[in-house]
């Protein structure tokens, strides 16, 4: 089995970290996430067969690198396809100094989603994320549900109203089975109702560990501004579609 853990490291189910869970996992170090290299990822194994595997595939499916041969065996074969996935050492470098910082940053992110679950509890509209008992969240991000009816505003609206104040709040992810690509393979509304709904519903709220109280303080006081402006004028975002661009402002 093969796992894609790009979002979740750091995750635990049942006591159990992600990386363990899989014969492989995927990891992501992708400049946005918890560990990051920049770009580039990792595969997590602790079968020594599947390792070698995936170091020749990386490598055009060699069975030396180059740093070997650069000693006095200089001979290899190719027993497989392979490209070239190989990170560079600088990328590996800033890498190996982030992943020093994994458990502190988890941390942090975790102290923050319970204050945002604290925060945000109040404020009719909004589900928070759920927390399947057994699961340990990696935290790599924090989307919470709107209910345009109860919240007073459209989501897209939330979106746009938290950008306008350079909050920079956005969505994970749109229906998978509705982007051009999966439409054009036959992909059609109604096929996944829950991830439809979903992607119509969720804000994901900025959420990282260098994120102070104050910072998290003011993407919660944002939220209200514009639930207390959408409430203070009922029926606009249907009757006008158009959110204001700063709604804290007087208009
Ligand atoms: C679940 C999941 N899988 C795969 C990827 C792709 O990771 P990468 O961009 O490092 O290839 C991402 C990136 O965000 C992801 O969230």
Request: hydrophobic share 35%.
């Given at each position: 089995m093969i796992a894609d853990g790009a979002q979740?490291?750091?995750?635990?189910?049942?006591?159990?970290?992600?990386?363990s869970l899989a014969d492989i996992t995927t990891l992501s170090f992708h400049a946005v996430k918890p560990v990051?290299?920049?770009?580039g990822g990792a595969c997590v194994t602790d079968d020594g067969a599947?390792?070698?595997?995936?170091?020749?595939?990386?490598?055009?499916?060699?069975?030396?690198?180059?740093e070997e041969r650069s000693a006095l065996n200089w001979r290899y074969d190719v027993t497989s396809l392979g490209s070239n996935h190989r990170m560079t050492s600088f990328q590996a470098a800033l890498g190996a100094a982030q992943l020093?910082?994994?458990?502190?940053?988890?941390?942090?992110?975790?102290?923050?989603?319970?204050?945002?679950?604290?925060?945000l509890g109040k404020l009719p509209g909004i589900t928070l994320?759920?927390?399947?008992?057994?699961?340990?969240?990696?935290?790599?991000?924090?989307?919470?549900?709107?209910?345009?009816?109860?919240?007073?505003?459209p989501r897209d609206k939330v979106i746009d109203?938290?950008?306008?104040?350079?909050?920079?709040?956005?969505?994970?992810?749109?229906?998978?089975h509705l982007l051009a690509m999966y439409r054009?393979?036959?992909?059609?509304?109604g096929m996944a109702p829950r991830a439809e709904r979903l992607a119509e519903r969720l804000v994901t709220l900025p959420l990282f560990a260098g994120m102070t109280d104050a910072d998290q303080d003011d993407v919660v006081a944002a939220l209200i501004r514009i639930q207390s402006w959408a409430a203070s004028?009922?029926?606009?975002?249907?009757?006008h579609g158009e959110p204001p661009a700063h709604p804290g402002q007087p208009t």
């Amino acid at each position: 089995m093969i796992a894609d853990g790009a979002q979740s490291l750091g995750g635990r189910l049942g006591g159990r970290p992600v990386g363990s869970l899989a014969d492989i996992t995927t990891l992501s170090f992708h400049a946005v996430k918890p560990v990051t290299s920049g770009e580039g990822g990792a595969c997590v194994t602790d079968d020594g067969a599947l390792a070698e595997s995936v170091r020749r595939g990386r490598n055009h499916g060699m069975t030396s690198t180059a740093e070997e041969r650069s000693a006095l065996n200089w001979r290899y074969d190719v027993t497989s396809l392979g490209s070239n996935h190989r990170m560079t050492s600088f990328q590996a470098a800033l890498g190996a100094a982030q992943l020093s910082r994994l458990e502190t940053g988890r941390e942090r992110r975790r102290e923050l989603a319970d204050r945002y679950d604290r925060l945000l509890g109040k404020l009719p509209g909004i589900t928070l994320p759920p927390r399947p008992p057994e699961r340990e969240s990696s935290w790599h991000l924090y989307a919470e549900e709107v209910s345009p009816e109860d919240f007073g505003c459209p989501r897209d609206k939330v979106i746009d109203a938290l950008r306008a104040e350079g909050i920079q709040a956005t969505l994970h992810y749109p229906a998978v089975h509705l982007l051009a690509m999966y439409r054009s393979r036959g992909g059609r509304p109604g096929m996944a109702p829950r991830a439809e709904r979903l992607a119509e519903r969720l804000v994901t709220l900025p959420l990282f560990a260098g994120m102070t109280d104050a910072d998290q303080d003011d993407v919660v006081a944002a939220l209200i501004r514009i639930q207390s402006w959408a409430a203070s004028r009922p029926g606009w975002a249907v009757e006008h579609g158009e959110p204001p661009a700063h709604p804290g402002q007087p208009t």
